[in-house]
């Protein structure tokens, strides 16, 4: 039971560069969260997804998109890179109808946009 | 829409003491009040959290209090030791089958001095 994984672990790219980064998970959730950190601004939400086939837009949606064409695999996609998104890129999941509500996180890709 | 607000920024306290971070959130339809602690270069993880119908709760050394009229809650750490050096964040959400609507505070940078 490997939780939740994040590929890759670390990227750099230019500006104008694409790139996907994966989140797969393996406790059957059905809701998964794509944030990003930044220092002084705590988690924001950037996409999510309650099942298979569903996206929804959070609270810092733009320059990404994301789908969920399997129920272990939420992807993130960045079309057209900006420095703008260096960040930290944490993916969530967290299973319907459990009270606690508790979102388990992954290790976290680490962009940097030059 | 839901806005939490987190303080101190950054604690330092003797190894031993007690730390304790507050948080206040806007909308009065959140029920659930989750605290996570993330470790430098790991990811997020729950330690301890609250629903709306309980006003405290403990778990050994951490506790969190909950103050539904002046929407705010705190979390206390008693006996601090220096593996509590962390980044810590409290959050909010409407709560069940609202997961996705989980919205963070900025975070409070905790240290120990020994």
């Known amino acids: 039971n490997a939780g939740v994984t994040q590929t890759p672990k670390f990227r750099v790219l230019k500006t104008g560069q694409s790139m996907t980064l994966l989140c797969a998970q393996d406790m059957n959730h059905e809701y998964m969260y794509w944030y990003r950190q930044d220092p002084g601004m705590g988690l924001r939400l950037i996409h999510y997804?309650?099942?298979?086939?569903?996206?929804a837009k959070g609270e810092v949606p733009d320059g990404y998109n994301v789908s969920r064409l399997k129920k272990q695999n939420f992807l993130l996609g960045l079309e057209s890179a900006a420095p703008s998104q260096t960040s930290v890129y944490f993916c969530?999941?967290?299973?319907?109808?459990?009270?606690?509500?508790?979102?388990?996180f992954g290790p976290g890709t680490r962009l940097l946009v030059l | 829409g839901e806005n939490v607000e987190q303080h101190p920024s950054t604690l330092s306290v003797q190894e031993g003491d007690s730390a304790v971070i507050k948080c206040t959130y806007s909308d009065s339809a959140s029920n659930y009040f989750p605290w996570y602690k993330q470790e430098l270069g790991k990811r997020p993880q729950l330690i301890i959290d609250i629903r709306s119908n309980v006003g405290e709760k403990k778990d050994q050394r951490i506790a969190v209090t909950l103050n539904k009229t002046a929407k705010h809650f705190s979390l206390h750490i008693t006996e601090t030791q220096p593996e509590d050096s962390a980044v810590y964040f409290c959050a909010a959400s409407p709560g069940y089958s609202s997961a996705s609507k989980i919205i963070f505070g900025s975070g409070t940078r905790l240290s120990i001095r020994p």
């Open positions: 997804s309650v099942g298979e086939g569903t996206t």
């Open positions: 969530a999941s967290s299973y319907e109808g459990q009270p606690e509500e508790t979102q388990y």
